[in-house]
């Protein structure tokens, strides 16, 4: 899918000179031009400005209909030096660590991934809970089969909800009228996110918290004053994977979360009745981006009917014993050998 190397070489030597210095990736997929810049030290409006000289440069250039440019921090900051980051020290949180299960944009599956793999962690023996940071479009309720529940406060704090599956979760859903549409701003969503995450966690020794999708402020304002011990980024293997993938894997840098890695999901179509296996999206975009971003690579989840409806059903996959749970599985044994050797 991506074009001759001489046409992506060709783009770079129109780049001005700032950005071929910082340049990390320059890809060419159907007109597109994607390219990666390391943004250490530049101010948020010297980014602005290099962006738009990038698409400056860039747009006029035959055979380019889009120029997409995504930004990335100092990556080796976060992970040799959490302590160095760029806020004012949050005070530890006592209690569970938080794994953040993040993503460059909705609909890759970050809902799904998280609800399986807090599951599948459970399952191994971990006491987890799950914390639905997603405070527009919270889906852990149904995921968890617990739509019909809601939470109360006890002493000023919620009391998280007990779910079939072994994992304690609380979500907006456990706090509105089902299907009330709920359109808060600013300080209140703060308010709902930290009243979801200082519940009464205290059986949990780890949150996975499924963060709203997208990287903006709010999640970066959460990332801040949580301080997840790790952060998994779930991408599509679609082409642009890379440039979401690069936007969250910038985040965790911003926040000072360490990266525990890309998991790619939605890759392969297993078909439900021959078993064989097809690429409806393309596959390897994420291990590439990873790959080229430095970080792990976690592997593969399957797109499968089963996963969708099983989570539609308030079942998750990871709780059964299919060939789509090993790979939940398999994910989550990395994830708690990763969070081993961090603690
Ligand atoms: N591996 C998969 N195979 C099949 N369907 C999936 C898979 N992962 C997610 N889905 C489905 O894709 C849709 C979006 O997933 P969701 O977890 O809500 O994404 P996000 O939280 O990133 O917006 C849901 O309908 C979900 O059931
Ligand atoms: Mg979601």
């Known amino acids: 899918m991506t074009s001759g190397a001489g046409t992506s070489d060709e783009l770079k030597a129109l780049l001005p000179i700032e950005a071929a210095d910082r340049l990390q990736s320059l890809r060419l997929v159907e007109g597109r031009a994607i390219l990666v810049l390391d943004a250490s030290g530049l101010a948020p409006a010297a980014r602005d400005g290099l962006e738009a000289a990038v698409k400056a440069a860039l747009e006029p250039a035959p055979g380019v209909s889009e120029v997409r440019v995504a930004m990335m921090a100092d990556k080796a900051a976060p992970a040799a030096a959490p302590a160095a980051a760029p806020v004012a020290a949050a005070p530890a949180p006592a209690g569970p660590r938080i794994l953040a299960v993040g993503s460059g944009k909705g609909g890759v599956g970050k809902s799904t991934l998280a609800a399986n793999l807090a599951i599948a962690l459970a399952r191994m023996g971990r006491k987890v809970g799950l914390v639905d940071a997603d405070i527009y479009g919270p889906s852990q309720a149904r995921l968890l089969g617990t739509e019909?529940?809601?939470?109360?406060?006890?002493?000023?704090?919620?009391?998280?909800?007990?779910?079939?599956?072994?994992?304690?979760?609380?979500?907006?859903?456990?706090?509105?009228?089902?299907?009330?549409?709920?359109?808060?701003?600013?300080?209140?969503?703060?308010?709902?996110?930290?009243?979801?995450?200082?519940?009464?966690?205290?059986?949990?020794?780890?949150?996975?918290?499924?963060?709203?999708?997208?990287?903006?402020?709010?999640?970066?304002?959460?990332?801040?004053?949580?301080?997840?011990?790790?952060?998994?980024?779930?991408?599509?293997?679609?082409?642009?994977?890379?440039?979401?993938?690069?936007?969250?894997?910038?985040?965790f840098a911003k926040g000072g979360v360490p990266v525990v890695g890309v998991v790619e999901n939605m890759a392969g179509y297993a078909c439900p009745h021959c078993g064989e296996v097809s690429d409806p999206f393309g596959s390897g975009g994420a291990e590439a981006a990873a790959k080229e971003m430095d970080v792990p690579f976690l592997g593969r989840i399957p797109l499968h009917i089963t996963i969708r409806r099983e989570g539609d059903a308030g079942t998750p996959t990871a709780a059964g014993d299919s060939p789509q749970a090993e790979a939940f599985t398999t994910l989550a044994r990395q994830v708690a050998g990763w969070l081993d050797e961090a603690a």
């Open 148 to 251: 019909d529940k809601r939470a109360v406060a006890h002493e000023g704090r919620l009391v998280p909800l007990q779910s079939a599956w072994g994992v304690p979760v609380l979500s907006m859903a456990h706090l509105s009228k089902a299907g009330q549409a709920i359109a808060w701003r600013g300080p209140k969503i703060s308010g709902a996110l930290v009243q979801l995450l200082e519940a009464h966690w205290d059986g949990a020794e780890l949150l996975v918290v499924d963060l709203p999708p997208g990287t903006g402020d709010i999640q970066l304002t959460m990332l801040q004053r949580f301080r997840p011990a790790g952060a998994v980024i779930v991408s599509t293997p679609q082409d642009l994977a890379l440039m979401d993938a690069a936007r969250a894997l910038d985040m």
